[in-house]
T-cell receptor
Framework: AQSVTQLDSQVPVFEEAPVELRCNYSSSVSVYLFWYVQYPNQGLQLLLKYLSGSTLVKGINGFEAEFNKSQTSFHLRKPSVHISDTAEYFCAVSAASGSRLTFGEGTQLTVNP | ETGVTQTPRHLVMGMTNKKSLKCEQHLGHNAMYWYKQSAKKPLELMFVYSLEERVENNSVPSRFSPECPNSSHLFLHLHTLQPEDSALYLC????????????FGPGTRLTVL
């Protein structure tokens, strides 16, 4: 079975600062990894995904994530955040051979002016 | 309509009422899911349907009754709910029920009085 840990429940940052949201996973097999964003009172929207190939994955809204197999991590980064990036971010993992998604507990990103 | 739609977006009901939540996906997917999202709690997977067959039921109380009449529609029938059932109910779909990303609807915000 797979599991995922989001290391920070809340991350406050100032506008135009860089941000990193941390995600570590546990699995004995190859994995697929995902980041989702949820704005208030909305569903989850896929930001980016790693299935195979390049370990640096670029997503929507200027976000990117790097798959690090040795550290079992998939941290999400943005070089300069905007107020509109304030939302909850979820990391998710599934086995590449086929399993359901397992979600982390979420990280609330708050961007302050 | 595109993507995954859910109706109603908001619902207030008494503990003795019977209501239904509706989900429709326009993506040609074969798997559909119900999740419960409560404040300060992780996302809870409730039910999974694959090719219209229920393949997972995560110990959900019988006052929640899912129905999947075809691969595009999913319902959640509610009866004699409790105040602790108040939450955001999210519907999702995916190409298959294993391995790949899920696409979420906007959710139904349910309040049980």
């Amino acid at each position: 079975a797979q599991s995922v840990t989001q290391l920070d429940s809340q991350v406050p940052v100032f506008e135009e600062a860089p941000v990193e949201l941390r995600c570590n996973y546990s699995s004995s097999v190859s994995v697929y990894l995902f980041w989702y964003v949820q704005y208030p009172n909305q569903g989850l929207q896929l930001l980016l995904k790693y299935l195979s190939g390049s370990t640096l994955v670029k997503g929507i809204n200027g976000f990117e994530a790097e798959f690090n197999k040795s550290q079992t991590s998939f941290h999400l980064r943005k070089p300069s955040v905007h107020i509109s990036d304030t939302a909850e971010y979820f990391c998710a993992v599934s086995a590449a051979s086929g399993s359901r998604l397992t979600f982390g507990e979420g990280t609330q990103l708050t961007v302050n002016p | 309509e595109t993507g995954v739609t859910q109706t109603p977006r908001h619902l207030v009901m008494g503990m003795t009422n019977k209501k239904s939540l509706k989900c429709e996906q326009h993506l040609g997917h074969n798997a559909m899911y119900w999740y419960k999202q409560s404040a300060k709690k992780p996302l809870e997977l409730m039910f999974v349907y694959s090719l219209e067959e229920r393949v997972e039921n995560n110990s959900v109380p019988s006052r929640f009754s899912p129905e999947c009449p075809n691969s595009s529609h999913l319902f959640l029938h509610l009866h004699t709910l409790q105040p602790e059932d108040s939450a955001l109910y999210l519907c999702a779909s995916s190409q298959t029920d294993r391995g790949r990303e899920q696409f979420f609807g906007p959710g139904t915000r349910l309040t049980v009085l």
